[in-house]
């Protein structure tokens, strides 16, 4: 891997990052396709021609179904989905915490029953890259534990340390992995995870910590998830200074068009969100003059696209009557539209955000898209 950082104004960083499966620019948000997928009928064509750089999938999903062996014998996620661009894999830990049930969480890993079947499985560190090696994914994330934000401080404070150990467990099984004759993507990147809720020097602490295991980039996890947006900033302006400056950093699971631009001014490169496709599945448009639902009456008989000046594929032909008709009766059409608007409205604003890092007017680019927002949320 490649990284170079080609500009900074204040803590927001301009870079390039080169990989085994093509070059990223960041800041990039990445597009989410949980189980390989966009749900939204959003095939990967879609999402090269709506400019995506990056596509995460999940590894719990993955694995729960069709099942990482399936994938592997396919040869690998970016052949089985058809995508040749640079894919991340969530470890699957934050899955493993939201959506099972009966979970018991040991040193060795956490037991835990499927939400789909109900079936047994266990996955710990070691688990987790395999079936990330398995997935032959570009970057894969270390397999960690997020507590909650408002979980007891002696709390995170175990988990803290146990996901520090377990990182370096990941550590050991990449190099490993990546040893090996058969494993498809020899040169599979390693992100670890700095967690902490919102106890500022707990992060501080993790963030140097693991700072000193040398990973290919690193993620701030664990945010987004309860905590005020202003207890968010705080985290990031603590935490991300102590994060090495020439690696990449990742925001997980951030967020609005406002988050993002605020995590950008605090040094982030990556982010992810299924606002973009979960919002647009529901009528919500996002425009930069706010967000639009487009079930509202007031749209029947508006004859313009979502966005005027916008190149999406839905806002180069259709228009906010004809898309409102669709999702009124529930035909899938109207969905894929929102879908398809909102993530090229967010790889858009990624790559206006980057445009602003390269002439030195990032500041300015900021103030004016937040001002833009406020004008019409939610109408």
């Known amino acids: 891997m490649k990284y170079e950082v080609k500009k900074m104004e204040g803590r927001a960083k301009r870079a390039h990052m080169e990989t085994v499966h093509g070059a990223i620019e960041t800041p990039v948000f990445m597009n989410v396709g949980t189980v390989a997928a966009i ?31 399936v994938v592997k014998k396919m040869g690998g996620l970016h052949k089985f989905m058809s995508w040749n661009r640079p894919i991340l894999t969530d470890s699957g830990g934050f899955q493993v915490f939201s959506l099972a049930t009966l979970r018991k969480i040991k040193e060795e890993g956490v037991y835990f029953n499927s939400h789909v079947d109900g079936r047994k499985i266990f996955m710990g560190p070691e688990e ?40 370096a467990r990941c550590k050991d099984k990449m190099a490993e992995l990546n040893a090996r004759e058969d494993t498809i993507n020899r040169e599979q990147l390693l992100f670890g995870i700095n967690q902490g809720a919102v106890f500022a020097d707990i992060r501080i602490d993790h963030a140097k910590t693991i700072a000193d295991m040398e990973l290919d980039g690193y993620a701030v996890g664990g945010l987004a998830v309860g905590e005020t947006h202003e207890e968010m900033y705080h985290i990031l ?12 950093v990742y925001l ?36 930069n003059h706010g967000k639009l639902n487009l079930f509202n009456a007031k749209f029947e008989l508006d004859g313009r696209p979502i966005e005027e000046g916008c190149s999406c594929p839905a ?65």
């Not at 270390?142 to 007891?152: L, N, T």
């Open 39 to 69: 749900k939204g009928a959003v095939s990967t064509e879609d999402l090269e021609t709506i400019g995506t750089q990056v596509e995460l999938s999940n590894t719990y999903h993955l694995h729960v179904r069709p099942g990482d062996e």
């Open 237 to 248: 302006e603590e935490t991300v200074p102590y994060l090495p400056v020439d690696k990449p």
């Open 315 to 379: 806002c180069r032909r259709y228009s906010r009557a004809y898309i409102r008709h669709l999702l009124k009766a529930k035909e899938m059409l109207g969905m894929r539209l929102c879908v398809l608007h909102n993530l090229y409205f967010y790889n858009t604003l990624m790559a206006e955000a980057r445009e602003a890092l390269d002439a030195g007017e990032y500041s300015r680019y900021k103030k004016e898209k937040l001002e833009g927002f406020k004008e019409n949320a939610c109408s």
């Open 252 to 287: 997980m699971g951030v967020g609005t068009p406002e988050n993002i631009l605020e995590g950008i001014d605090r040094g982030v490169d990556f982010f992810d969100c299924v606002y973009p496709s979960r919002n647009g599945r529901h009528g919500h448009v996002y425009t």
């Open 128 to 167: 987790s890259m395999q079936i990330q090696s398995n997935l032959a994914s570009t970057i894969a994330m270390a397999f960690d534990e997020c507590p909650s934000s408002r979980a007891e401080r002696s709390y995170v404070e175990a988990s803290v340390a146990r996901t520090t150990r377990w990182l």
